[in-house]
């Protein structure tokens, strides 16, 4: 059997140069490791990581429309990706720290979650893309 593992997700944004640096900021995405440009398609891409797994592919295409959900319930009424999870090592100081030093939307506060040691929050980012920040006791 062929054996899958996680590669990148991609995030359709409105202002790629923006959110590239948010992105960095914010979550240490520093490395940029592909850049492409399809100015006939109106569409331009850059595939950031952290060199620790986490590639979020950011595309910018000209007239794309927000999609913004006030609660995590609400991004599952589209049969779509719903949000990106992260996992922290500590869940109040990276949600105070999204949300303070970042300006990330709080749309949940931590929280415990249904799993025995696992504490929950969820963020949006600038554009309005839905975060979700998982603490385990085992991070």
Do not use: I, M, N
């Given at each position: 059997m062929t054996a899958f593992r996680f590669h990148h997700i991609s995030i359709s944004v409105?202002?790629?140069?923006?959110?590239?640096?948010?992105?960095?900021?914010?979550l240490g995405l520093t490395t940029v490791d592909e850049r492409l440009e399809l100015?006939?398609?109106?569409v331009r891409t850059a595939v950031l990581s952290d060199g620790a797994g986490l590639r979020v592919e950011f595309t910018e295409r000209a007239g794309s429309e927000a999609v913004v959900h006030a609660d995590p319930?609400?991004?599952?009424?589209?049969?779509?990706?719903?949000?990106?999870?992260?996992?922290?090592?500590d869940l109040d100081a990276a949600f105070e720290?999204?949300?303070?030093?970042?300006?990330?939307?709080?749309?949940?506060?931590p929280a415990a979650g249904v799993t025995a040691g696992m504490r929950y929050a969820y963020v949006h980012d600038p554009e309005g893309n839905l975060l979700e920040l998982i603490e385990t006791s085992a991070s």
């Open positions: 409105a202002d790629l140069s923006k959110q590239e640096t948010w992105y960095r900021d914010a100015p006939e398609a109106g319930f609400a991004a599952t009424a589209s049969q779509t990706f719903a949000h990106l999870a992260l996992q922290v090592a720290r999204l949300t303070g030093e970042h300006g990330a939307g709080a749309v949940s506060s």
